[in-house]
Each structure stands twice: as structure tokens, then as C-alpha cells.
């Protein structure tokens, strides 16, 4: 959609524990509209349709007591898999960026658009997905702190991404995250003032 209302349309990618949600919270504050890809993932595992996909390829096992997708036993059972962890990314990230291109075509009919729209991806360059937005940001820190902010298994996760260096020199703003949330929330700001001005 090439209307004069689209907003802005601005990727924050980065490491794990790097702080790309307290970014997508930050721009919240400052006036942008904003989804992570993880509330996209999280919606499409309700689908009926892509439940029984997922059940079919990695088992029962996934189910939580309450008939829905646990997504913690599947982030186990995919991170142990190379195979299931590719086959799971085939299938939603597709998906994903529907869903992703639909809200922000929505937001674009509103009678007072915001002029921004972030999103959180995680896997931005390593699936492509830059071609679809305007501008990218990635947030960095180093490897040592982002461990100490994310119980998550950073080294075997990151092996399989671009090195921070590679994001960095591709994206449109930087940041390294090692300060307060107040320094994270004043680069947002002057992020979104050159975006809207």
C-alpha cells in the first residue's frame, strides 16, 4: 500500500538480551504503533490450522494440559532439532510476515495513522526480511551482558545468526545497549524525531 498514510514502517533486530523489547516498549512511549514478532508467533499458534501442523511434526509432547501449543516444551523440542527448529521457521515466518504486512495495512486506513510502525524481528536479515520496511534498528550489547539478561542458551541460538558487526554496518541506527533504560529510551526518541520530522 503506497498511500501518503502508511506509516513508517521500522524493524528492530539484535542478539538475545541485547534489549530489542525494551526498544519496541520505548517506541510505544513515544508514539508508535508497535508488535513483536513473538505476540505474531504467539497468535498464529492458536490457528487451529497451524496447531495441527506443528502436533504432526514435533509430537504430542507440545500440548499444554489446556489443548494449546506450550510454547516453552516446543522451544525445547525445536532447539534440540536442527531439523524441526528449520521446518518450524519454514512454516511461520511466511506467516509471520502476513500477519505483520496486514497490521501495518490496517493501521494505514486509520483515519489518524500513526506515522510510525515498529516491529521486533529477531531473524530480520537472517530471513530476508528487510526488504519489507523502510528502516532498521538493531540494539546491541555485549555477549557477557546479554547473557546475564537472558536465561536463554545465547551461544547455540547465535551461532546460527549474522555477527552483531555485520547488523550493524546493514542497519539504518545503532544502539549499544550496555547503559540505563533512561539513555535507551532518549535514542528512541531522537530515532522516532527523525523519522517524523
Same mark, same amino acid.
Given at each position: 500500500?503506497?498511500?501518503?498514510?502508511?506509516?513508517v514502517?521500522?524493524?528492530?533486530t539484535?542478539?538475545?538480551?541485547?534489549?530489542?523489547?525494551e526498544?519496541?516498549?520505548?517506541?510505544?512511549?513515544?508514539?508508535?504503533a508497535?508488535?513483536?514478532?513473538?505476540?505474531?508467533?504467539h497468535?498464529?499458534?492458536?490457528?487451529?490450522d497451524v496447531?495441527e501442523?506443528v502436533v504432526?511434526?514435533?509430537? @504430542?509432547?507440545?500440548?499444554?494440559p489446556d489443548?494449546?501449543?506450550?510454547r516453552?516444551?516446543?522451544?525445547?523440542?525445536?532447539?534440540n532439532?536442527?531439523?524441526?527448529?528449520?521446518?518450524?521457521?519454514?512454516l511461520?515466518?511466511?506467516l509471520?510476515?502476513?500477519?505483520?504486512l496486514q497490521?501495518?495495512?490496517?493501521?494505514?486506513?486509520?483515519?489518524?495513522?500513526?506515522?510510525?510502525?515498529?516491529t521486533?524481528?529477531?531473524?530480520?536479515?537472517?530471513?530476508?526480511?528487510?526488504a519489507?520496511?523502510?528502516?532498521?534498528?538493531?540494539?546491541t550489547a555485549?555477549?557477557?551482558l546479554?547473557?546475564?539478561?537472558?536465561?536463554?542458551?545465547v551461544?547455540?541460538r547465535?551461532?546460527?545468526?549474522?555477527?552483531?558487526?555485520e547488523?550493524?554496518?546493514?542497519? @539504518?541506527?545503532?544502539?549499544v545497549?550496555?547503559?540505563?533504560?533512561?539513555?535507551?529510551?532518549?535514542?528512541?526518541?531522537s530515532?522516532?524525531?527523525?523519522?517524523?520530522?
Open positions: 500500500m503506497t498511500g501518503a498514510h502508511r506509516p514502517a521500522v524493524a528492530i539484535g542478539g538475545i538480551g541485547a534489549g530489542k523489547s526498544a519496541l516498549r520505548a517506541f510505544a512511549r513515544h508514539g508508535a508497535t508488535v513483536s514478532s513473538d505476540e505474531i508467533v497468535h498464529l499458534l492458536l490457528r487451529e496447531k501442523k504432526g511434526r514435533v509430537g @504430542d509432547g507440545v500440548v499444554a489443548g494449546e501449543i506450550d516453552g516444551a516446543l522451544g525445547t523440542a525445536v532447539f532439532d536442527r531439523d524441526a527448529l528449520t521446518w518450524l521457521e519454514q511461520l515466518h511466511p509471520v510476515s502476513a500477519e505483520y497490521w501495518r495495512d490496517d493501521l494505514a486506513k486509520l483515519p489518524n495513522a500513526p506515522a510510525v510502525a515498529v521486533e524481528v529477531p531473524l530480520l536479515y537472517e530471513v530476508g526480511g528487510e519489507r520496511f523502510d528502516k532498521v534498528v538493531v540494539i555485549p555477549t557477557k546479554r547473557r546475564a539478561r537472558s536465561a536463554v542458551a551461544n547455540e547465535e551461532a546460527r545468526l549474522l555477527p552483531d558487526s547488523k550493524v554496518k546493514r542497519a @539504518d541506527f545503532a544502539f545497549n550496555t547503559g540505563s533504560l533512561e539513555e535507551l529510551d532518549a535514542f528512541v526518541a530515532v522516532m524525531r527523525e523519522l517524523t520530522t
